[in-house]
């Protein structure tokens, strides 16, 4: 765990950075201004080198590592992974080299399906996540009874990226279907493994009416806001707040403005 002891407290009303490969971190933003709407947010979607799920660990460490330098520069008083994929290869190793730096990373929500009883449930993960440690030390610390079948989805992000915000949804839903109905059964979830396929939470469920859908996002921001208080950083004067001010790198503005719409138009 971090030690937040000796963070500078004039880092009080500074921005807290959100990361990702591209545009998926994206649909972590309504969640967490609504749960600290008192905060300045600034986002970097990493589009240049997208997607990460085909990438090696390596490459993906020494991205975060300059995208980390960057948000040093500008002053930020912590830092949100709103990557799956990112969180798995670099969280730890970013922890480590910036201890006076509090760092959050996204996790399946596994926990959060087993504590609601769920007793099948489909993860829908990238391939670096799909099979990598972390999440195998997580399935197996959270399963308890429930049986949890991982799909590794390659090219859905680029699915997401492109073809999403512009209406075609054809080779989407084309995906979802090869993907899910041979494991689908009468009564199970799926756990939104990658922040980009939280973005279908409006296509899913016209393809499999009924289906309940879980996520990290509400977790991670209300993790950010539990530490952030801890550590006396939270910023509780909403007159401080800068809502309409949104800094984006790495993105274009409007394709970073499409999936704001897109994400606070997102039902739960």
Known sequence: ?????????????????????????????????????????????????????????????????EIVAFFR?????????????????AAATLRAENPDLPIFGMEPAIHLAVKRGEKRIIMLATELTAHGEKLRR???????????????????????????????????????????????????????GCTHYIFLRGLLPQLFPGLRLYDG?????????????QAGLLCLDEGQSAAEELPCFGLPPEKFAAYLQLASSLKY
């Open 1 to 65: 765990m971090q030690n937040f002891d000796n963070i500078n407290q004039t880092r009080l009303t500074s921005e807290i950075a959100v990361y990702d490969s591209g545009v998926g971190g994206i649909s972590f933003l309504p969640t967490v201004r609504r749960l600290l709407p008192a905060e300045r947010f600034v986002y970097y979607g990493d589009l240049a080198n997208a997607p990460y799920g085909d990438r090696s660990q390596d490459f993906i460490i020494e991205r975060a590592r």
């Open 138 to 192: 997580l399935l197996t610390a959270e399963a308890g009874t429930a049986e949890i079948v991982t799909i590794a989805c390659p090219g859905l992000m680029e699915l997401i990226e492109t073809n999403l915000i512009k209406g075609e949804t054809a080779a989407i839903k084309e995906y979802l279907q090869a993907k899910l109905l041979p494991q689908l059964t009468e009564d199970c979830a799926v756990v939104l």
């Open 73 to 89: 520069k500008r002053g930020v008083k912590a830092l949100v992974i709103a990557c799956n994929t990112a969180t798995s290869a």
């Open 217 to 229: 996002n509400l977790g991670t921001a209300q993790n950010l806001r539990r530490r952030l208080a």
